[in-house]
């Protein structure tokens, strides 16, 4: 099995394809995305000198609504990565059931080499190379891996500076650009700068809601050890969100370089002030130092990936103990990982459903900036918990339907609702 998340996930969708019985010209279509963008922008250092950055926007498939999907910013950015997370966004939108197709980009950098002001000629020049292939009724990035809320007004502003200039240059016109011919272009934007309230918890608190809803089915109610892979957003979010809930207990979490582990339980403002003063997790006083390796193996109830792609492969899988795998990154269990679990009867809630919560709230902030109307955190966070208590039942029932995993289920309902469209 390679490595490669673009096979996997063609793999996934061929397993699709012959439970279903697809008609072989939607597998074409689906296994095809509709366009894909390469482009080579200068972005000027602070040395004054001129370096050229490789960038990618992949846009899967619209058949459901415009192109919707993150902006990562990181070294190993490839044209395989972006197609495959692309993909991930067309099946997560179809599984959670907004009108939003899957697009994604990304540019080959290493972030944390630049200065701050690097980093927003960066972002501005990447919005430059794109500016004629998005928009709010075409593609609506957000932020991924290394961007965030300040990369996004970065760009939202430069799109609103070059579709200002677009048009005067075109029609010579003096109207001003309304808020929505730019506003909607960007999503996961500062709160007070068209962002939606609940936007930066979103992720996890869906998880959490489909968690939730996995205990319920599984009749699960004892005291609950939990692992998490990551602590960026994600990963913090949600192990916060699991702590102040009083079943669960998050004994280990880690970051990309080590994790530290303490049965009785991790206190997460330690964590996140020894993440800030030190750069890592490790040497928190009163834990034991794990490897990433490691913590996937740990003895407990749930373990949550919300790190990158490709971390329980065949090599590890009959070594996790784990009951309950939720999958709040994109592409952490390789496939032949998954028949693995299956057969020790794991139950894996998939990342297309688990960390389906962003692209949920991102798709509200959509919808307010359209309508200007914004909502409340509580509006937000309910309207949330209804779509994602939606979409497990769905998942669920496909899945016992079709007698297959959780996975399985999801990505059935997905290519079911999207092919209807074509």
């Not at 370096?51 to 058949?63: A, E, L, P, T």
């Not at 795998?325 to 998954?338: H, V």
Request: proline share 4%.
């Amino acid at each position: 099995m390679s490595n490669n998340p673009f096979k996997n996930a063609v793999e996934q969708l061929e397993g699709v394809a012959k439970l279903i019985k697809l008609d072989k010209i939607y597998l074409e279509v689906l296994l095809c995305p509709e366009r894909m963008v390469e482009v080579n922008f200068p972005v000027k250092m602070d040395n004054g000198r001129m370096k050229i950055f490789q960038g990618f926007r992949m846009q899967y498939n619209s058949v459901r609504g415009p192109y919707k999907g993150g902006i990562r910013f990181h070294p190993e950015v490839s044209e395989d990565e972006v197609k495959a997370l692309s993909f991930w966004m067309a099946m997560k939108c179809a599984v959670v059931n907004i009108p939003l197709g899957g697009g994604k980009g990304g540019v080959v950098v290493d972030p944390k080499k630049l200065s701050k002001n690097e980093l927003k000629r960066l972002s501005q020049g990447y919005v430059k190379a794109i500016f004629d292939v998005i928009g709010p009724d075409k593609d609506i990035p957000a932020p991924d891996v290394y961007t965030n809320a300040q990369v996004m007004d970065w760009m939202v502003l430069e799109y609103k500076k070059l579709k200002i200039k677009n048009q005067n240059y075109r029609s010579k016109s003096k109207n001003k650009i309304n808020d929505k011919d730019w506003l909607p272009t960007f999503t996961g934007k500062p709160v007070g700068k068209g962002g939606s309230k609940g936007r930066e918890k979103a992720t996890a608190l869906g998880g959490y809601f489909v968690l939730n809803e996995s205990l319920k089915k599984n009749k699960i109610n004892k005291k609950i050890t939990v692992a998490v892979q990551g602590v960026g957003n994600v990963g913090c979010n949600i192990a916060n969100i699991l702590s102040n809930d009083k079943r669960f207990v998050v004994v280990a979490v880690s970051d990309s370089r080590s994790g530290v582990f303490r049965k009785e339980g991790i206190n997460l403002e330690d964590v996140m002030k020894q993440k800030k003063e030190v750069g890592t997790v490790s040497g928190l006083a009163g834990t034991k130092k794990i490897t990433n390796s490691e913590l996937l193996e740990l003895d407990v109830d749930i373990l949550v990936p919300a790190a990158i792609e490709n971390q329980i492969t065949k090599d590890n899988a009959r070594k996790i103990k784990a009951n309950i795998i939720l999958e709040l990154a994109n592409g952490p269990t390789t496939p032949e990982a998954d028949k693995i679990l299956f057969r020790k009867k794991k139950i894996v809630i998939p990342d297309i459903l688990a960390n389906a919560g962003g692209v949920t709230v991102s798709y509200f902030e959509w919808l307010q900036n359209i309508d200007n109307k914004y909502w409340s955190e509580e509006k937000v966070n309910k309207k949330l918990e209804v779509i994602m208590k939606k979409a497990f039942k769905d998942v669920w029932n496909s899945s016992k339907k079709h007698k297959v995993d959780l996975r399985m289920g999801a990505d059935v309902l997905a290519v079911e609702r999207i092919v209807k469209e074509i």
